[in-house]
């Protein structure tokens, strides 16, 4: 976490990061300084409560926009049910999840709505709520901080 004695880290428009709790090793995710909170896409989303009464949330996510075939699973206790406006102005309950997140060095706990993405380019936003006080955004530049992992090419 950056202190107050520190300068915030600078972002691009968009990173690279992960969400080791859920399984997710690299997710592509608009850095979005109009969005107040932090959003993952979800897909079979269902709230239930677990045998002691507890309620949480099961659901997949496809974290690679191109790729539909990698899905994973995830089960997490469900912190809100909230309104969230989106950005052409509609309104929508979204459940909401707290999970620690990693950004190159950086790891810290947000909160993140839940709600299909099919139609967006990206899988996740990072919402300003998340970066308060930890990054400044230039919306010149991609990938300052998390950097994506190449894989080596089948043919060489």
């Not at 969400?19 to 608009?30: C, D, H, S, T, W």
């Not at 309950?93 to 990206?122: A, C, Q, Y």
């Not at 919402?127 to 010149?140: H, I, K």
Request: with cysteine; proline share 7%; aromatic share 6%.
């Amino acid at each position: 976490m950056i202190s107050s004695e520190t300068s915030p880290v600078r972002l691009g428009w968009r990173e690279w990061l992960s969400i080791p709790e859920l399984g997710i090793a690299r997710i592509k995710a608009k850095v979005d300084t109009g969005a107040r909170s932090s959003c993952l896409h979800t897909c079979g989303l269902e709230t239930y409560e677990d045998a002691s009464g507890a309620r949480r949330v099961r659901f997949r996510v496809h974290p690679l926009s191109r790729n539909s075939r990698l899905v994973v699973e995830c089960d997490r206790p469900l912190v809100a049910v909230r309104v969230v406006r989106d950005s052409g102005g509609h309104e929508q309950e979204r459940p909401f999840i707290r999970v620690p997140i990693v950004l190159g060095p950086h790891e810290w706990e947000t909160e993140f709505s839940l709600t299909n993405r099919d139609n967006m380019k990206f899988r996740m936003l990072l919402g300003r709520s998340a970066m308060v006080g930890r990054f400044l955004v230039d919306p010149s530049v991609s990938y300052l901080v998390g950097k994506p992992v190449r894989r080596p090419r089948p043919d060489g």
